[in-house]
């Protein structure tokens, strides 16, 4: 184990604090750091994909238990509790469509990482990732026709969700494969990769926060009140998924995977499509962002708390 594996929570409340910094401090560098989030991302991916045996991705694609949980929390709890968040920025249609496209969409990337990190199954939540992603793509759209209206739809293109799930879950999670099955070079490969996942895990928030921070805070006011809602959702979907995990018997990693995967939103692939949403909708990728830097808080604080919350008795 390599020393930073131990101090991993507090590398990462400096990194969200140091990518902070460069972003106010330059917020020159915030365009040329965005192009950086998807290879940066990606590599992350790949190195944790390297760490999930993909001798016993078959075992967790067939735990049905486990699958029909987050396909519950995600699709059916999620969704109520979206609706009654949202009610909150109705009247204004970028700020709903903000929120509504980033809290419908369950995360298939970074939550395997930190689900992993506090002792989560991250082969089940990789087996669970293609399921996910194809039901967010088939029911935002209509998630989105019954909250804010058949406007919305006209304005929505699957496209980006597409490529970035190609980019970031598919290619990531091939390389990882045939790493695997590289004799020695490959377990070489596997051996470096694992020891750098705190500096990559390290590199993708500061990144990400860097690129993003100085814009979120030029329309801050507009965006406040959003902040109480993502704070909110967290609050009530860590207990969500506790309870959830509970009455579907699952076992302690499985808990634990379930209550990161109904709180982990698709922020980083969502954005591409909020980006692609009309001039009318000028705020509604910066709704996103906001929810990032909240997220990646709330994840930091999480890796210690869930095993606390999730634990033998």
């Known amino acids: 184990m390599v ?22 401090i330059a ?13 940066v991302l990606g590599l992350l991916l790949y190195a944790t994909f390297l ?22 929390l995600n699709f059916v709890l999620v969704p109520v509790v979206v609706f009654a968040l949202s009610r909150f920025v109705a009247t204004d249609e970028a700020l709903l469509v903000g929120v509504l496209f980033v809290l419908l969409t369950p995360c298939v990337d970074y939550v395997i990482v930190f689900a992993g990190l506090a002792g989560g199954a991250r082969d089940r939540l990789l087996a669970a990732t293609p399921l996910l992603m194809l039901l967010q ?25 597409v490529e970035a799930f190609l980019l970031l879950i598919v290619l990531p999670l091939a390389l990882a494969a045939l790493t695997q099955v590289a004799g020695r070079i490959g377990r070489r490969v596997q051996a470096y990769m694992a020891a ?19 814009e979120v805070g030029g329309a801050l006011g507009s965006l406040l009140i959003v902040v109480p809602i993502f704070s909110v959702f967290v609050v009530i ?20 995977a379930a209550i990161f995967s109904g709180v982990t939103r698709n922020s980083l692939v969502v954005l591409p499509l909020a980006l692609a949403l009309p001039a009318g909708f000028a705020l509604t990728p910066l709704v996103v962002v906001t ?5 990646l808080v709330a994840m930091v604080v999480m890796v210690a708390l869930v095993p606390r919350l999730v634990r033998a008795d």
């Open 196 to 214: 750098a996942m705190v500096p990559l895990m390290m590199l993708t928030l500061a990144i990400v926060v860097a690129s993003q921070v100085a």
């Open 291 to 295: 929810q990032t830097l909240i997220e």
């Open 51 to 72: 760490g999930i045996p993909f001798a016993r991705f078959g075992r967790a694609l067939r735990d049905v238990r486990f699958l029909g949980t987050v396909v519950m």
């Open 27 to 39: 917020p020159v560098a915030a365009e040329p750091l965005e192009f950086a989030i998807t290879p």
């Open 137 to 161: 793509i088939l029911l935002l759209p209509v998630y989105l026709l019954l909250m804010a209206g058949p406007g919305v739809l006209s304005a929505f293109d699957p496209r980006p969700f």
């Open 3 to 24: 020393w930073w594996d131990e101090r991993q929570v507090w590398l990462y409340l400096a990194a969200i604090a140091l990518g902070a910094a460069v972003g106010l």
């Open 237 to 256: 979907m860590v207990p969500l998924g506790l309870v959830t995990g509970r009455i579907a018997r699952l076992d302690l990693p499985g808990q634990r």
